[in-house]
């Protein structure tokens, strides 16, 4: 199947990271690839040819971080701490949820991500197998993992169900749906787990040259107590039990050091910068900066929309572009380029998908179309700032993931939104009527 989309306004970037913008650009697709790309016609016949005249054509979006099925949960515990919010208000109703809320809570995850121009996205969440059958019926792509946790000091890691599990997970699940469904490793947090615990999964993680997801220093407090318990940051605790030997992405980073700073430069550790969650728990601004600076491969996430409250990547690239401008006075710090290079490229690194993120000849049609026929999107001059600045999710026409057509014009093409829509109602009236 060969598709064209012509007309539309391009933008990609180009092997140096810069991006390029192609007015009244060709995109060309066959099967799951990008067959061409260019301001003039391709030569051959297609199958279908699309008009995208006031359509921005951008490679789809990466949500780096979240917890999908906690769209269940969204506005518990609001204008609360985060220790507070988790477990005083979010983990009793977590305790209620069973795997058929996971998944129904999954498929109304994905049905916001994809309206909202996500392809691919990493999780972190328990009954992980119903949101990776979700994912592979759905068309998108995602790593997902069974995060890790103990609070008894004495468990043994053999004894660890989590453990089990998430070993259980990579055996069945990793590289399915022609692999657009990846499991990684995690480890929920260093204030979750026990060092023998963090040991053993780091340990598996490196076998399989494996991918490790975790929460690092998201607040002073979980910092400051970290020092206080072991006399070391989170970081440095992670790094001394083997966490980033091959390879990780650390949430949040707010209240990093200089030092731990460099222990991530050293690893190849990836920061996912949650700028609304943060600011919503009253966690901070994480120094985003200092990272790019360093040289560090920082990619956008949403967290769980319990503390956010959506799965809308478009408010992230304008929050991320804002703040730090706002926190260091100065407005040439966070660029448009950068911010959406961050939701696109970067975040493709962060899952080891080395042909994705970026449109490009003979790498995967993951894109989407943003409508700029809105008052809000008139006139189209600067494309990026256009896109960070005044776009909203809502103005996504199309999402394309593999070749294949996800969502285009408000109507959901993989995923049964009515069934969604009931399947949660039922959720919902179990946990809270």
């Given amino acids: ?22 007015r009244n650009g060709y995109l060309g697709v066959e099967n799951d690839r990008i067959c061409w790309l260019g301001d003039t016609p391709p030569e051959g016949d297609y199958d279908e040819t699309k008009d995208m005249a ?15 099925p ?8 609001s204008d609360l701490p985060l220790d507070q919010w988790l477990f005083g208000e979010v983990c009793p109703i977590e305790d209620k949820l069973t795997p058929d809320d996971i998944e129904a809570g ?14 691919s996205f990493s999780d972190m969440y328990f009954s992980p197998e119903r949101t990776a059958t979700a994912v592979a019926n759905s068309g998108m792509r995602a790593n997902i993992n069974r995060p890790v946790q103990s609070f008894d000091p004495n468990e043994r890691p053999e004894d660890s169900v989590r453990i089990k599990e998430a070993q259980a997970l990579y055996e069945q699940f990793n590289g399915c749906a022609d692999g657009r469904v990846l499991i990684d490793w995690c480890i929920h947090a260093e204030y979750t787990c026990t060092e023998q615990i963090v040991r053993a999964v780091s340990d598996l993680c490196r076998q399989v040259n494996g991918n ?43 209240t990093l050091e200089d030092g731990d700073i460099e222990i991530l430069k050293r690893h190849d550790v990836s920061v996912i910068h949650n700028p609304t969650s943060n600011l919503k728990l009253g966690s901070g601004i994480a120094p985003v900066q200092k990272f790019i600076d360093r040289g560090l491969n920082v990619a956008l996430g949403t967290d769980g929309a319990a503390s956010n409250n959506n799965l809308n990547l478009f408010e992230e690239l304008h929050l991320a572009a804002l703040i730090n401008n706002g926190e260091l006075r100065d407005a040439t710090v966070m660029t448009a380029d950068s911010v959406l290079k961050m939701a696109t490229v970067n975040g493709a690194v962060v899952q080891r998908r080395k042909d994705c993120g970026k449109l490009a000849v003979g790498y995967k049609a993951d894109f989407i179309a943003v409508d700029t026929d809105r008052p809000h999107m008139t006139p189209c001059l600067d494309v990026p700032s256009l896109l960070v600045y005044s776009a909203q999710a809502s103005d996504v026409a199309l999402t394309v993931c593999d070749g294949k057509v996800l969502y285009e014009n408000g109507e959901y093409k993989t995923i049964d939104s009515e069934k969604t829509y009931y399947n949660v109602r039922k959720t919902v009236e179990r946990l809270y009527g």
């Avoid at 359509?55 to 990466?62: A, C, D, F, T, V």
């Avoid at 906690?70 to 515990?77: A, N, P, S």
């Avoid at 440095?236 to 083997?242: D, R, Y």
Wanted: glycine share 10%; with cysteine.
């Fill in 54 to 68: 006031g359509k921005i054509i951008l490679p789809g979006l990466y949500n780096c971080h979240t917890h999908s």
């Fill in 70 to 77: 906690m769209v269940l949960l969204r506005g518990v515990g």
């Fill in 106 to 119: 999954s498929y109304l995850a994905l049905m916001e991500m994809i309206a909202g121009g996500t392809v």
């Fill in 1 to 22: 199947m060969k598709t064209l989309y012509k007309n539309g306004t391009v933008l990609t970037f180009n092997e140096e990271g810069s991006v390029v913008v192609i």
């Fill in 212 to 254: 490790l997801h975790i929460h690092l220093s998201e607040t002073e407090k979980e910092h400051l107590q970290c020092k206080e318990k072991y006399g070391k940051t989170p970081a440095e605790w992670f790094e001394v039990l083997g966490a980033f030997d091959c390879g990780a992405f650390a949430a949040h980073c707010v």
